[in-house]
């Protein structure tokens, strides 16, 4: 894989470790500004401590993170995030008892660093991107799953990052629903912002992402077009337990 050209983001060989086991051994990669970067993987190959390596929430044991050419390695991950580091989680993190504008406005006054005119300007924008504009007062303990879904995107578009992860935002949601958020979030995607994308639901996935990355074991075992990624024999038969003449990717 090619080297972007002033790249976004700039992994090199990275690797951690809990206690004397290894999660990420040297795993380098690089993507431009603009780019929608999937990472699949079987469960415990590293991808959600990968997301910790770089956001900041977890140390690195050697190699280096830069974002946008800047070495943020040591940087706490509220710092990381004030440089344009966002993330969503997994488990959705809203504030339960506020609503869906005090839960963006809280994201762009202390993530983006925004007040006044600024910060409210911004949460409207964003919620009218997540289709929230009609429900500013919903509170986010009563949302539903797909919209505790795109209230956690919302959150960590509201720290108005340059690179976003997304950490599963997909799952436990109907194909349908899932189908409707990816359409949501390819439609993020720009000069301004590059999105990373973990995700189980391997057939959303390839359907949206410009490029696709294989962890396993802690190790980059394929980084290419989605296509050609999902077609090697190793990724289907090793990482996915497929044999290279199945067609069953959607788990």
């Given at each position: 894989?090619?080297?972007?050209?002033?790249?976004?983001?700039?992994?090199?060989?990275?690797?951690?470790?809990?206690?004397?086991?290894?999660?990420?051994?040297?795993?380098?990669?690089?993507?431009?500004?603009?780019?929608l970067?999937g990472?699949?993987?079987?469960?415990?190959?590293?991808?959600?401590?990968?997301?910790?390596?770089?956001?900041?929430?977890?140390?690195?044991?050697?190699?280096s993170?830069?974002?946008d050419?800047?070495?943020?390695?040591?940087?706490?991950?509220?710092?990381?995030?004030?440089?344009?580091?966002g993330?969503?989680?997994?488990?959705?993190?809203?504030?339960?008892?506020m609503?869906?504008?005090?839960?963006?406005?809280?994201?762009?006054?202390?993530?983006a660093?925004?007040?006044?005119?600024?910060?409210?300007?911004?949460?409207?924008?964003?919620?009218?991107?997540?289709?929230?504009?009609?429900?500013?007062?919903?509170?986010?303990?009563k949302l539903?799953?797909?919209?505790?879904?795109?209230?956690?995107l919302?959150?960590?578009?509201?720290?108005?990052?340059?690179l976003?992860?997304?950490?599963?935002?997909?799952?436990?949601?109907?194909?349908?629903?899932?189908?409707?958020?990816?359409?949501?979030?390819?439609g993020?995607?720009?000069?301004?912002?590059?999105?990373?994308?973990?995700?189980?639901?391997?057939?959303?996935?390839?359907?949206?992402?410009?490029?696709?990355?294989?962890?396993?074991?802690?190790?980059?075992?394929?980084?290419?077009?989605?296509?050609?990624?999902?077609e090697?024999?190793?990724v289907?038969?090793?990482?996915?337990?497929?044999?290279?003449?199945?067609?069953?990717?959607?788990?």
């Open positions: 894989m090619s080297e972007p050209v002033n790249a976004l983001l700039e992994i090199r060989s990275v690797s951690k470790s809990y206690g004397a086991t290894p999660v990420l051994e040297g795993v380098t990669f690089s993507m431009a500004r603009g780019e970067l990472i699949i993987g079987p469960n415990g190959s590293g991808k959600t401590t990968l997301f910790g390596t770089i956001s900041g929430g977890l140390p690195i044991d050697a190699g993170v830069r974002l050419g800047v070495d943020v390695s040591t940087l706490k991950a509220s710092r990381r995030a004030q440089m344009g580091i993330r969503t989680f997994q488990v959705p993190q809203a504030f339960a008892d609503s869906v504008y005090e839960n963006l406005l809280v994201a762009a006054r202390f993530g660093q925004l007040g006044g005119k600024a910060a409210d300007e911004l949460v409207a924008d964003i919620m009218d991107l997540t289709n929230f504009s009609a429900r500013a007062d919903a509170l986010a303990g539903p799953l797909l919209d505790r879904k795109r209230l956690e919302a959150r960590a578009l509201a720290t108005r990052p340059s976003l992860l997304l950490d599963e935002i997909a799952g436990g949601l109907t194909d349908d629903e899932a189908q409707e958020l990816a359409a949501t979030v390819t993020l995607v720009g000069p301004d912002l590059g999105i990373i994308w973990i995700e189980h639901l391997v057939h959303i996935l390839t359907g949206a992402v410009d490029r696709l990355l294989v962890l396993g074991n802690g190790v980059v075992v394929a980084d290419g077009s989605p296509k050609a990624t999902m090697s024999p190793e289907r038969k090793i990482y996915l337990g497929l044999e290279p003449d199945s067609d069953d990717l959607d788990h």
